[in-house]
């Protein structure tokens, strides 16, 4: 009898050893894990900024797009006025707004965010407005306003790129945008004749 018990718990003791898991198997599995990890997770991340970075280039754009549509198709606004339509943006700020131009001036006055016609873009947490370029005059805005009107559109540049309006017989404006970590930047280019060319990198 006693050698029946010996050899069942030789064999119990070889099964186990056989189908169970040493300890070197199981942190050389741990650390193919951790190290797959460590590929995929940023990876992910900079696809979700260059996606965020992307979409927000083309928010912008449909924006100058949308106004200078409204502007075209003489838009009327709550009040009745046909006005011209325009997209204001500030560097320091993380809006981007399609306004009517109710007063005429050209640029974005008191109210005329609020009125039913507007868009307030916000930005997505991810992306920031890094500069304003004026590429004529390779110049740097703060900020910049452009209505149009028919036929052609009236441009308003305030900010250390200096202040003038008036109708806009050509011109061309870039916006640049990157992720608030700095590693990807994108443009949308502005031309003030209302064109809006393709985005770069």
Not at 71 to 81: K, M, P, R
Not at 87 to 104: A, E, I
Not at 169 to 178: K, S
């Amino acid at each position: 009898m006693g050698f029946f018990k010996q050899q069942s718990k030789q064999i119990l003791e070889k099964k186990f050893f056989v189908f169970g898991f040493s300890i070197i198997e199981l942190l050389v599995v741990i650390s193919i894990i951790v190290v797959i990890s460590l590929v995929t997770v940023p990876s992910l991340r900079k696809s979700k900024e260059l996606k965020t970075l992307e979409q927000t280039a083309e928010e912008i754009s449909l924006l100058y797009s949308g106004a200078e549509t409204r502007a075209l198709a003489v838009y009327q606004t709550e009040s009745g006025a046909f006005p011209g339509y325009g997209v204001h943006m500030d560097k320091r700020s993380r809006s981007v707004v399609l306004f009517p131009d109710l007063d005429g001036d050209g640029e974005l006055s008191s109210g005329e965010d609020t009125d039913s016609a507007s868009i307030i873009y916000e930005l997505p947490a991810l992306v920031r407005i890094k500069d304003i370029r004026d590429k004529e005059h390779s110049r740097s805005c703060r900020r910049l306003d452009i209505v149009y009107i028919r036929p052609l559109p009236t441009i308003t540049v305030s900010g250390p790129c200096g202040s003038g309006k008036g109708k806009a017989e050509g011109g061309e404006f870039e916006i640049q945008l990157e992720t608030e970590s700095g590693r990807f930047s994108k443009s949308v280019f502005v031309l003030t004749t209302g064109i809006l060319p393709g985005s770069g990198w």
